[in-house]
């Protein structure tokens, strides 16, 4: 997944995902499938799980780097994903 850098932080409510969290690993799934903006700090997570990443790719999220931060931000793409429903 590539990874756009901005100057600032996309619009939207963002849900909060943490390694310090109980279960973040489910939670991240769990927010990916029902498409929610999540952010995270990468310099705790660094490597997401193959499963994450593959579920961030199925649902089309795009990834966007805060400038000067260690904060990233994902963002489903509804326009990517309706294109690669099946019909």
Do not use: H
Request: charged share 25%.
């Amino acid at each position: 997944m590539n990874t756009i850098l901005v100057e600032s932080q996309p619009p939207g409510a963002f849900e909060e995902i943490s390694i310090e969290m109980p279960e973040w690993d489910r939670k991240f799934i769990e927010m990916i499938n029902i498409r929610k903006p999540i952010t995270y700090d990468v310099y705790t997570m660094p490597n997401l799980s193959n499963q994450i990443q593959t579920e961030l790719e199925r649902n089309c999220y795009c990834r966007y780097n805060l400038k000067g931060t260690d904060r990233f931000f994902l963002i489903s793409n509804p326009i990517r994903s309706q294109t690669q429903q099946k019909p």
